[in-house]
């Protein structure tokens, strides 16, 4: 469904309106295309006094080729200099340079009055972050630090980040990652995902990256290469959209949806090189039939669930069934299969789970009681899944905003508008956004992240 606001808004008739009338003007995203670079423009870097990151995100900076600078920081330019970067020294007060990406790595910021560096890295940068921009904070797990006034100032972090990707507008976005001590060496798949194009719809949001030590080599072409996957709902939609971008990145994808969606399976599967299964996940027996389906394939290494349905009502209307059928679907079937494929060696090592939440889940949502509670369970879930999980296996969860889909389409006019309006980016997502971020859970590199709940909602007020 197209967005019809958002064209009217970039012509000239209705830049004139939407300014005049205070409207929002919702900015064209960059997205990924294939062979974009991670980056395109210059990068400046900056760290607080005694941070531990920096040789780290120096690494990765290198590893991507960034045009890459520094403010006036012999001590930084040094250290980048150990790992092979060169950073280019950029007089803080010049005017007119742009930058595509800000960096400030803040896990040196022990106490409050040391929050005072990132007002001084930030604040003379404000206007000189360009279209579709990055700005990265990466900070260290407060649960990780060594005092209460290190916990504090770490903390402090998360309202820092989430208010600039508020103010920064031009579909420039804002991240927070929080990085355990050891975890230096697993930053590189999360600050390639959120520098790149592929975090279009992403914003205001905190990963927490762990200690992996399966750290491989990886093709970053394709990440993806001899894996193969399973996406429930994949005939259309969002898991449509997670097939194909799964098979991009070099996947073979087994493509699951209801029967009565056969034909559009198919042809998804087909598309993408894929095959296809014909079940209901809802069935008693779905994980030995997904099971079954996946040893020709050399069995299972990453499982994508995203299959879900809505039966909107308020509670006082809503009929038994519409509760059952949502619960049960949506949380009581990604259950069973986990279940099943856990306890029959079912998934490969080093495997990948990832869940498709809702903000729903997080923030509740009138006439949604059934389906807010199934898409919270799905958070639960994660995070109560992911400690007890053999070494290396990760389960993540993404939990999307409001995404144009067949599912949003049947939502009223003036609701549907509110949805699309009402994020940092004054539009609504695209099926691809979602992807691209199950895409990044799913990559061997991203070891390190178990256990995260990753909105794709363009920093939505509901439930921020
Ligand atoms: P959609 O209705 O377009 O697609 C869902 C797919 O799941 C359909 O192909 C459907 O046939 C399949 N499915 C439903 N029940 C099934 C079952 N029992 N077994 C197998 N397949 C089944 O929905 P969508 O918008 O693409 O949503 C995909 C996921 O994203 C869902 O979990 C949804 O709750 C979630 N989500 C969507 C949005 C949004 O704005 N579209 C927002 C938040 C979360």
């Given at each position: 469904?197209?967005?019809?606001?958002?064209?009217f808004?970039?012509?000239?008739?209705?830049?004139?309106?939407?300014k005049?009338?205070?409207?929002?003007?919702?900015?064209?995203?960059?997205?990924?295309?294939?062979?974009?670079?991670?980056?395109?423009?210059?990068?400046?870097?900056?760290?607080?006094?005694?941070?531990?990151?920096v040789?780290?995100?120096?690494?990765?900076?290198?590893?991507?080729?960034?045009?890459?600078?520094?403010?006036?920081n012999?001590?930084?330019?040094?250290?980048?200099?150990?790992?092979?970067?060169?950073?280019?020294?950029?007089?803080?007060?010049?005017?007119?340079?742009?930058?595509?990406?800000?960096?400030?790595?803040?896990?040196?910021?022990?106490?409050?009055?040391?929050l005072q560096?990132?007002?001084?890295?930030?604040?003379?940068?404000?206007?000189?972050?360009?279209a579709?921009?990055?700005?990265?904070?990466?900070?260290l797990?407060?649960?990780q630090?060594?005092?209460?006034?290190?916990?504090?100032?770490q903390?402090?972090?998360?309202?820092?980040?989430?208010?600039l990707a508020?103010?920064?507008?031009?579909?420039?976005?804002?991240?927070?990652?929080?990085?355990?001590?050891?975890?230096?060496?697993?930053?590189?798949?999360?600050?390639?995902?959120?520098?790149s194009?592929?975090?279009?719809?992403?914003?205001g949001?905190?990963?927490y990256?762990?200690?992996?030590?399966?750290?491989?080599?990886?093709?970053?072409?394709?990440?993806?290469l001899?894996?193969?996957?399973?996406?429930?709902?994949?005939?259309?939609?969002?898991?449509?959209?997670?097939?194909?971008?799964?098979?991009?990145?070099?996947?073979?994808v087994i493509?699951?949806?209801?029967?009565?969606?056969q034909?559009?399976?198919?042809?998804?599967?087909?598309?993408?090189?894929?095959?296809a299964?014909?079940?209901?996940?809802?069935?008693?027996?779905?994980?030995?039939?997904?099971?079954?389906?996946?040893?020709?394939?050399?069995g299972?290494?990453?499982?994508?669930?995203?299959?879900?349905?809505?039966?909107?009502?308020t509670?006082?209307?809503?009929?038994?069934?519409?509760?059952?059928?949502?619960?049960?679907?949506?949380?009581?079937?990604?259950?069973?299969?986990?279940?099943?494929?856990?306890?029959?060696?079912?998934?490969?090592?080093?495997a990948?789970?990832?869940c498709i939440?809702?903000?729903?889940?997080?923030?509740?949502?009138?006439?949604?009681?059934?389906?807010?509670?199934?898409?919270?369970g799905v958070?639960?879930?994660?995070?109560?899944?992911?400690?007890?999980l053999?070494?290396?296996?990760?389960?993540?969860?993404?939990?999307?905003?409001?995404?144009e889909?067949?599912?949003?389409?049947?939502?009223?006019f003036?609701?549907?508008?509110?949805?699309?309006?009402?994020?940092?980016?004054?539009?609504?997502?695209l099926?691809i956004?979602?992807?691209?971020?199950?895409?990044?859970f799913?990559?061997?590199?991203s070891?390190g992240?178990?256990?995260?709940?990753?909105?794709?909602?363009?920093?939505?007020?509901?439930?921020?």
């Amino acid at each position: 469904m197209t967005d019809q606001y958002q064209n009217f808004s970039h012509s000239p008739l209705g830049q004139f309106v939407t300014k005049n009338l205070g409207l929002p003007q919702p900015p064209k995203l960059q997205r990924f295309e294939r062979a974009t670079p991670v980056l395109e423009g210059a990068v400046l870097f900056g760290a607080a006094a005694n941070s531990i990151f920096v040789a780290g995100i120096s690494q990765v900076l290198a590893n991507i080729h960034a045009n890459s600078y520094a403010g006036n920081n012999p001590k930084l330019q040094q250290l980048a200099a150990r790992v092979g970067l060169n950073l280019g020294a950029f007089n803080i007060g010049d005017k007119e340079s742009k930058f595509k990406a800000l960096i400030f790595d803040a896990s040196g910021i022990a106490q409050s009055q040391d929050l005072q560096q990132l007002y001084a890295f930030f604040q003379p940068l404000m206007r000189q972050v360009s279209a579709s921009g990055r700005v990265v904070v990466v900070g260290l797990n407060p649960q990780q630090a060594k005092t209460v006034a290190q916990a504090t100032a770490q903390r402090a972090l998360q309202g820092f980040v989430k208010s600039l990707a508020k103010e920064l507008k031009k579909g420039i976005t804002a991240q927070l990652l929080y990085v355990d001590p050891d975890a230096e060496g697993n930053m590189e798949s999360s600050l390639r995902f959120v520098l790149s194009p592929r975090s279009a719809y992403i914003s205001g949001q905190v990963l927490y990256i762990q200690h992996d030590a399966q750290v491989q080599h990886m093709d970053w072409q394709q990440p993806l290469l001899g894996k193969t996957a399973l996406v429930t709902g994949a005939s259309r939609g969002i898991g449509a959209a997670i097939a194909q971008v799964l098979a991009r990145d070099g996947a073979h994808v087994i493509c699951l949806d209801i029967p009565a969606q056969q034909q559009d399976l198919q042809a998804i599967a087909n598309q993408i090189k894929g095959s296809a299964l014909a079940l209901d996940i809802s069935q008693a027996n779905a994980g030995m039939q997904i099971l079954a389906a996946a040893q020709s394939q050399g069995g299972l290494d990453i499982v994508v669930h995203n299959a879900g349905i809505t039966r909107d009502k308020t509670l006082a209307n809503m009929p038994q069934q519409a509760w059952d059928v949502v619960l049960d679907i949506n949380l009581s079937a990604i259950e069973r299969i986990n279940h099943h494929l856990l306890s029959h060696q079912g998934l490969n090592a080093q495997a990948r789970m990832v869940c498709i939440s809702s903000i729903s889940g997080i923030a509740g949502n009138m006439g949604q009681s059934n389906y807010a509670t199934s898409k919270a369970g799905v958070i639960g879930l994660v995070e109560y899944t992911a400690p007890t999980l053999a070494q290396g296996m990760t389960i993540n969860a993404v939990a999307p905003g409001f995404i144009e889909t067949q599912m949003t389409a049947t939502i009223p006019f003036a609701i549907r508008e509110a949805g699309r309006r009402m994020n940092a980016m004054s539009q609504a997502g695209l099926p691809i956004d979602v992807a691209e971020a199950i895409a990044f859970f799913a990559q061997p590199a991203s070891g390190g992240l178990n256990g995260n709940i990753l909105r794709v909602c363009g920093q939505s007020i509901l439930g921020a």
